[in-house]
Nanobody, 122 residues
Framework: QVQLLESGGGLVQAGGSLRLSCAASGTFFRINAMGWYRQAPGEQRELVAT????????NYVDSVKGRFTISRDAAKNTVYLQMNNLKPEDTAVYYCYAEIAAARYHTGLPYWGKGTLVTVSS
């Protein structure tokens, strides 16, 4: 029964910063990757950033490159998203994502947090 718990969302003015956190808890064998998705009102969900557990390889959507930084703390099963120079178009519900293997030799499966709202005012 894996759970992903997000925190750190809120209201900021354009140009400000926020730091999102997501901690995974429960029983599992391995976290293969973690990341963040977001969904703005009336828009489809999009991938924002990911980080792999094996190599710490990161990937970002073009619109946040140079502004957002994803990182992880393996000992705490936690992923972070540092968001700088926020823009109104960053306003969305941000969802934590994790690919988790339940046991050895099991394929990793996707898990989702409930989301945390980020609102950037003009």
């Amino acid at each position: 029964q894996v759970q992903l718990l997000e925190s750190g969302g809120g209201l900021v003015q354009a140009g400000g910063s926020l730091r999102l956190s997501c901690a995974a808890s429960g029983t599992f064998f391995r976290i293969n990757a973690m990341g963040w998705y977001r969904q703005a009102p009336g828009e489809q969900r999009e991938l924002v950033a990911t980080i792999t557990s094996r190599s710490d390889s990161t990937n970002y959507v073009d619109s946040v490159k140079g502004r957002f930084t994803i990182s992880r703390d393996a000992a705490k099963n936690t992923v972070y998203l540092q968001m700088n120079n926020l823009k109104p178009e960053d306003t969305a519900v941000y969802y934590c994502y994790a690919e988790i293997a339940a046991a050895r030799y099991h394929t990793g499966l996707p898990y989702w947090g409930k989301g945390t709202l980020v609102t950037v005012s003009s």
